[in-house]
């Protein structure tokens, strides 16, 4: 019973759940279309998240199976439980193909297209897995291409589509981490770490970095000044609209470039004086003034959608 729970811990260590945070993405559409009380909306986003973990476990085993000889001379990625030996090849192997079919299985219930952006998900992710990643810019293009696969499938699952603007704030953002991690990656590891490394130089990543915060600010300020008030007739909207009217009609929205420009400024420092944004997902998870600002936005956006 003891080895058995200890294989599944390991098991379960190597899907990489902290890594599922990505796929809160697809949630995206539910809550900023004023749809998140929607049990009907929400059960097919809820399956959607379910899907994309699946997939993006999936991939990751195959990964790490594929790289486990490199993996066993990192000095981070040896501590994987396939790399560290905890679980062998084959059992990475069956259970990725078992999270496969079973993802797409529930994709088909969602409707065609969520299964069929599914489907090019996982491919794509197979690709970069053994050959894009090892292309310098292709790589940092492609991690930025699933954030927006991502939230282009929540719209799918649900039908409600997200304003163009926060679309061009998650690709500007995407390639805003993604080149932070692979500036971290460069320093704290030298080219030879990562194939990919050696097509790139610090002050070059340094550049893209720069410029895609600076494009991640300008789109998403520009989300918040052309965004239309939704008509949610929320909780304290009677309220303002008998007493103080006038307040319905201001560019609420542009209250959260607070929380916002703090956040890429945390994450700024983060990756040039700290160097630690090798593992985006666990900086966004642990970093208690980042993570402060998230969660203010987020209740700053939950607010102006569905209480005014």
């Known amino acids: 019973m003891i080895k058995n ?3 599944f811990k390991a098991v379960f260590e190597a899907l990489r759940p ?3 945070i990505k796929n809160l993405n697809l949630f995206a559409a539910t809550i900023l279309n004023g749809q998140l009380f929607n049990s009907t909306i929400f ?4 399956l959607g998240f379910i899907v994309f973990c699946f997939l993006s ?3 990751y085993l195959i990964n790490d199976v594929a790289d486990i000889q490199k993996d066993r001379l990192h000095p981070v990625k040896k501590n994987r439980p396939i790399a560290r030996g905890d679980v062998s090849e084959q059992t990475a192997v069956v259970t990725s193909l078992f999270l ?5 299985f529930i994709a088909i219930f969602i409707n065609f297209g969520f299964f069929i952006i599914s489907l090019i998900f996982i491919i794509l992710q197979y690709l970069y897995s053994f050959i894009i990643k090892k292309k310098a810019v292709f790589d940092i293009i492609s991690i930025a291409i699933f954030f927006i ?3 282009y499938a929540g719209e799918i699952a649900t039908g409600y589509h997200l304003p163009v603007w926060i679309m061009l704030a998650v690709i500007f953002l995407s390639l805003f981490i993604a080149s932070g991690k692979r500036r971290s990656e460069l320093v704290n590891r030298g ?3 990562r194939t990919a490394l050696e097509g790139y130089s610090r002050s070059l990543l340094n550049f893209y970095t720069t410029m895609f915060a600076v494009c991640t600010l300008i789109a998403y300020a520009l989300y918040t000044f052309f965004a239309e008030q939704l008509s949610f007739q929320g909780l304290i909207h009677s309220f303002l609209s008998e007493n103080y009217p006038s307040v319905l009609d201001r560019k609420w929205y542009m209250i959260t470039l607070l929380p916002v420009i703090f956040g890429i400024m ?6 040039f004086e700290m160097q630690e944004g090798e593992r985006p997902e666990r900086i966004i998870a642990t970093d208690i003034p980042l993570l402060v600002s998230v969660m203010i936005w987020g209740l700053m956006m939950i607010a102006i959608v569905y209480a005014l």
């Open 5 to 7: 729970d200890i294989k």
């Open 18 to 20: 902290n890594q599922w």
């Open 43 to 46: 059960i097919d986003s809820f």
């Open 57 to 59: 476990s999936s991939s």
């Open 100 to 104: 496969l079919f079973t993802g797409l």
């Open 149 to 151: 696969i991502r939230a």
């Open 191 to 193: 080219s030879k770490s």
């Open 266 to 271: 945390r994450y700024g420092q983060i990756i």
